[in-house]
């Protein structure tokens, strides 16, 4: 699940926070526990870089046919996409490698490689811990027709609520993706709920960009977005065929990254 973090305007995800901040703490007790050597400095930032630059190529290479048609997005990280257990191992391997070329620190490396993934997973623990069950919201919103829609149709199927709005760049990237999913994966009721504008601007926003989307509704008061908690846009919700919500993020989906989300909550059977 990806969770986000408000400060002051900026919505950020939480899990790329809780990273930095165990990041932080190792190496906050590496200065601590080796008295400012910079070898263990070096190793403990070498392990990172390198079990991130192995957890992007490691996504990558699993979605490869996704960024076939923009090669450039392989490199554009702002999609959040890694492979959480590759990256840890590369690190653990690095890291492993200076434990032995290091004898006079292996007692520091160890004390703060333990120190961030203590930290990660108790913060990762106290998230599923506190957090509260939650289901599809029942609000009835306008669709293109004019009618009054509910954000589920309670045909048994997965349910996927996009929150978006024209003027939001990262809405823009992300919704020939998700248009193109509605299509791929009939399997899922993917739910695009627009905030705050009126069915004239969306209309026109759609036909100039050449989008055609299906389950489209009007949340002039963004009546969603307060029910969910969204602090920002894009906010996409993954509910399971019950109503119950799977997952929360915040923020742009890349084709791989949303094919990720499919398959990670809602695998084939």
């Not at 490199?75 to 070329?101: E, H, K, N």
């Not at 993706?177 to 004239?200: P, W, Y």
């Amino acid at each position: 699940m990806r969770l986000e973090l408000n400060i002051g305007p900026i919505a950020l995800p939480l899990q790329p926070m809780l990273f930095l901040l165990s990041v932080a703490i190792a190496l906050a007790v590496a200065q601590f526990v080796s008295r400012g050597d910079q070898k263990l400095q070096r190793a403990l930032f070498t392990s990172v870089w390198v079990g991130l630059l192995v957890a992007r190529l490691s996504f990558v290479i699993r979605f490869f046919p996704d960024f076939q048609d923009d090669f450039v997005k392989i490199f554009d990280i702002r999609d959040l996409g890694f492979d959480f257990i590759a990256g840890v191992l590369a690190g653990l391997c690095v890291s492993a490698r200076f434990f032995f070329r290091l004898p006079a620190l292996r007692k520091s490396l160890v004390i703060a490689v333990s120190s961030g993934l203590v930290v990660w997973g108790a913060a990762n623990a106290a998230v599923d811990f506190f957090k509260t069950p939650e289901t599809i919201p029942s609000i009835a919103l306008m669709n293109h027709d004019g009618e009054l829609q509910a954000l589920t149709k309670g045909d048994g199927r997965p349910t996927v609520i996009n929150l978006w709005a024209s003027w939001c760049g990262p809405c823009q990237s992300e919704m020939p993706v998700l248009a193109r999913a509605q299509i791929d994966h009939a399997g899922v009721d993917l739910v695009f709920v627009n905030q705050g504008e009126s069915a004239g601007h969306v209309d026109s926003y759609l036909e100039s960009h050449d989008l055609h989307i299906r389950n489209s509704l009007l949340d002039p008061a963004h009546a969603v977005a307060k029910a969910v908690g969204a602090i920002g846009f894009p906010t996409t919700l993954f509910y399971d065929a019950n109503g119950r919500l799977l997952a929360k993020h915040l923020g742009p989906f890349s084709k791989a990254t949303f094919n990720q989300a499919l398959d990670r909550f809602y695998p084939s059977p």
